[in-house]
């Protein structure tokens, strides 16, 4: 048997011992291998009939009586209670609606006004998403802060008397790298600041435990791990600790104690739908709803465990079918340090990207030389993994 | 002839000669008598067919491959382009995501900044939709500004050197009357301030004429009488004059001049996506592109004149099917301010809008006292109209 016969016998084998594995005939996918699930999820597949079910009977025969009847109305709380135990979170604390970039905006501003006076400094975490860093800018400019970036690494040391609001990464989506949420979170806490951590890149794919590590707030989209689709509505956790004196810098009427009272006045709500602010997009939350059905019995450890076996199994394949001195794997081999995709340094990464698409292994480029690839351990699997080092390896090869 | 069937003798007659009245093919409807499209427009044929396509073919199967080949990025310029029309606006000055909450926070605040240093006053409409209100009194609080409600008739003689930014809405959501966007926008930017329209009540209802006029921004949702469906993300106008200058505090990587630069700087983009903010919603989002197909070739003069043809039969059938002293139309008398919809005072008016729905008439509530009835030309009747009216009188008659 040769090596590569050997690496994929091992992962048949994997593949076959693989409990999760019978759940990737809850997705749509083709033959091909897609490792972007960390960009845009699969489509679950109870997620249409459920769709058009809400486009051709709630709106279109019963139209506006579903708000009340078909629980549109209550659909950003209950959305974000199917959420919580994929966080670590108690039912209660998660609403899902608005964008990613809007749900950093109210967490920051409102954990500067949690933090209280006299504190006038939010720290970011240097290599952030960019929109975070943004939106946190924006938030720092209009809470008279100042705004400094940091190493994840370098906040523990870093927060002080004067810092308010902190905003990090749990995974970095460039590099894959996880950072220490507990030992942050603490640190934070230690230093009286507040802590809001963007679960982008971890929320379904290792667990989170917002609650056990006394996180203060957090945000994460839903189309990336959770499989929510294009574009799917984001969510805020606020703990309920936080949650009497949190005050959203975008207090839309779904966020008022009395939405149909339709007072001049705001009093807002209690609970997680003080941080709702519009209508919410009812289309593509019952979407999200109908895509958290896949996550009924799955065991968060058991996610994490594939995750790592898949990726430690990518990079074993990478090294045995990428020859010498192409890649470099700026994803931490350390387990504790690694979330749940391999980011490789690559050469003309964006044409290399484009072969492996063409060859039918989707993973992406992120510039300037960055391959990335995102295991989903609902729907990847070692076979996968195998083929996609392979081809990775036939389009270096030339 | 009976005066009912006199009543009922024209409003055949009037439908007949309708030549919007084709349109009603093009939405899912029943026989019923649908007056709630002023909250929730009714579903599109288009619709369902287009979204199932969106999910089982562009995410479904081609997954991330769809966000360019299948237009997905370029769907909020491109959506924003369809509604320009209908609001008097050119090509490249709308931009479509978030809720209108969110739209009326980035509309105030550029409003502001866009006014300069010295003007520290913002002037709401006193009898705004409530979020309008809230929003804009935390767009004050971030912005170092005073909010003063005014009656919209006050705001032109009120409007002084300390005014930034003036919110006000086209027309009143509870009343229905239209207020003067033209007279209003004049004195305002006389005074060198900005004005901030919300067209939620009027796009798609009557001519608005954003460029003629001169408006600073606009904003609106496209759920009522645009009909994109529950939630449907709302839209930000940006006067070209304005974009240059545009100063979003919600800059997230959408709105950033090469986002997937992944910069940690933030460059604004030019036009319209400036006013983007994170992922746009892409299942709500081509929904409302489809469900905006039906207005190809609609005349908005002729949209204009069904709805004031159709409110002026109503408020007849009305006066001689319910008996006297039971109703008290608060919605204006004069066409030039009314918008689109009936608004009738009456005791007990929850309890009679239950028994307008149990019987098939659909309109809705507004606290404390408020009978609301929307016309939407594009699908209501004058039949309708006259059913609706004598099923009133029948409620409180008992």
């Avoid at 997620?47 to 579903?66: F, K, M, N, T």
């Avoid at 998403?129 to 705004?147: N, Q």
């Avoid at 990428?322 to 690559?346: F, I, M, N």
């Avoid at 072969?355 to 351990?377: C, E, K, N």
Wanted: negative net charge; glycine residues 12%.
């Amino acid at each position: 048997m040769s090596d590569t016969e050997s690496l994929q016998s091992r992962a048949a084998a994997l593949d076959a011992a693989d409990e999760l594995g019978k759940l990737r005939e809850q997705f749509v996918l083709d033959d091909g291998v897609y490792l972007d699930g960390n960009s845009l999820g699969a489509l679950p597949r109870a997620v249409p009939g459920r769709l058009a079910d809400v486009v051709e009977r709630e709106w279109g025969q019963r139209r506006i009586c579903s708000w009340d009847e078909a629980g549109w109305w209550t659909a950003p709380e209950r959305t974000g209670d199917l959420i919580a135990p994929l966080v670590g979170a108690a039912a209660g604390q998660i609403v899902v609606g608005d964008s990613t970039s809007v749900n950093v905006f109210k967490a920051v501003v409102g954990a500067v006004r949690l933090a209280g006076d006299g504190r006038d400094e939010i720290l970011v975490d240097e290599s952030t998403f960019p929109t975070d860093g943004y939106i946190a800018e924006s938030a720092a400019r209009m809470t008279g802060c100042t705004l400094r970036p940091l190493a994840p690494a370098d906040i523990p040391g870093a927060a002080g008397p004067r810092t308010a609001a902190v905003l990090v990464n749990h995974v970095d989506y460039r590099t894959g790298r996880l950072h220490d949420l507990p030992g942050i979170t603490a640190a934070v806490r230690a230093a009286g600041a507040l802590v809001v951590w963007d679960l982008c890149h971890s929320a379904g794919a290792l667990p989170v435990g917002l609650d056990e590590h006394g996180v203060d707030l957090a945000i994460g989209c839903t189309y990336k791990y959770l499989n929510g689709g294009p574009g799917s509505p984001a969510y805020l956790y606020v703990a309920a600790r936080h949650q009497g004196a949190f005050d959203s810098p975008l207090p839309g009427w779904n966020s008022h104690a009395e939405p149909f009272g339709m007072r001049p006045g705001f009093e807002p709500a209690d609970g997680a739908a003080r941080g709702r602010v519009g209508t919410p997009d009812i289309l593509s939350m019952l979407a999200l709803e109908a895509a958290l059905g896949v996550w009924g019995g799955v065991s968060l450890a058991a996610v994490r465990e594939k995750s790592l076996a898949l990726t430690d199994f990518f990079l074993e394949c990478v090294r045995h079918h990428v020859p010498d001195g192409h890649v470099e794997s700026v994803t931490p081999a350390a387990h504790a340090e690694r979330g749940s995709q391999v980011a490789l340094r690559c050469a003309d990464a964006a044409t290399v990207m484009d072969a492996l698409i063409a060859r039918g292994v989707v993973g992406d480029y992120r510039a300037p030389d960055i391959l990335r690839f995102g295991f989903t351990p609902l729907y990847v699997g070692f076979a996968d993994a195998e083929r996609a080092a392979r081809v990775l390896g036939e389009v270096i090869r030339g």
